[in-house]
């Protein structure tokens, strides 16, 4: 069985420019997290999704960060403009319903300079 | 306020030894429980989870963890340490009610000397 999917694995880009990074979940999973992970902290949840629709995006930071999941399956998490604290790695989870176990993807680095 | 503690940064055992990494929360209620190891580049693994019942859990790579109410803690533990078992390990939460957020401690980093 295929994992979660992450592109890109590595980015950097200047402050105030956008960024775009892309999540395909384990075929069949219903429930998508993006979580934000800074260096020395755990990872913080910013928006769940259930199929198509967003079950909780309290964390998210709406000014700059917003996320899609079209059709229920592929999704994208967007900043824009980024800031230097935005460094992070961000990572997408899955899982087959709402209360299941969380299968995470390899994230995807971002480096703010 | 509600949290996941784990006091303990960074720990060096030698391979072979034992080990016990510590995990306590604070809610009001008793939460799901799990485990989960990050190695380098690579995303988050579940070693082992708690829902309810035996509060002894058995996981993967011979890891097990123990619910203890009374002290609000599940720590993990495994018998004697392999060299490739260095990485983060990581204590996270899911509170019984509501959306399945998955609520993360700051993580302990495990070196393995030879």
């Known amino acids: 069985e295929a994992g979660v999917a992450q592109s890109p694995r590595y980015k950097i880009i200047e402050k105030r420019q956008s960024v775009a990074f892309w999540c395909n979940p384990i075929s069949g999973h219903a429930t998508l997290y993006w979580y934000q992970q800074i260096l020395g902290q755990g990872p913080k949840l910013l928006i769940q999704f259930q199929n198509n629709g967003v079950v909780d995006d309290s964390q998210l930071p709406k000014d700059r960060f917003s996320a899609e999941r079209l059709k229920g399956v592929d999704s994208t998490l967007k900043i824009q403009p980024a800031k230097l604290e935005d460094s992070a790695v961000y990572l997408c989870?899955?899982?087959?319903?709402?209360?299941?176990?969380?299968?995470f993807g390899p994230g995807t680095r971002l480096t703010v300079l | 306020a509600q949290s996941v503690t784990q006091p303990d940064i960074h720990i060096t055992v030698s391979e072979g030894a034992s080990l016990e990494l510590r995990c306590n929360y604070s809610y009001g209620a008793t939460p799901y429980l799990f485990w989960y190891v990050q190695s380098p580049g690579q995303g988050l693994q579940l070693l082992l989870k708690y829902f309810s019942g035996d509060t002894l859990v058995q996981g993967i790579k011979g890891f097990e963890a123990e619910f203890k109410r009374s002290q609000s803690s599940f720590n993990l533990r495994k018998p004697s340490v392999h060299w490739s078992d260095a990485a983060e390990y990581f204590c996270?939460?899911?509170?019984?009610?509501?959306?399945?957020?998955?609520?993360f401690g700051t993580g302990t980093r495990l070196t393995v000397i030879p």
């Open positions: 989870a899955s899982s087959l319903v709402l209360d299941n176990e969380q299968f």
């Open positions: 996270a939460v899911v509170l019984q009610t509501g959306a399945n957020n998955l609520f």
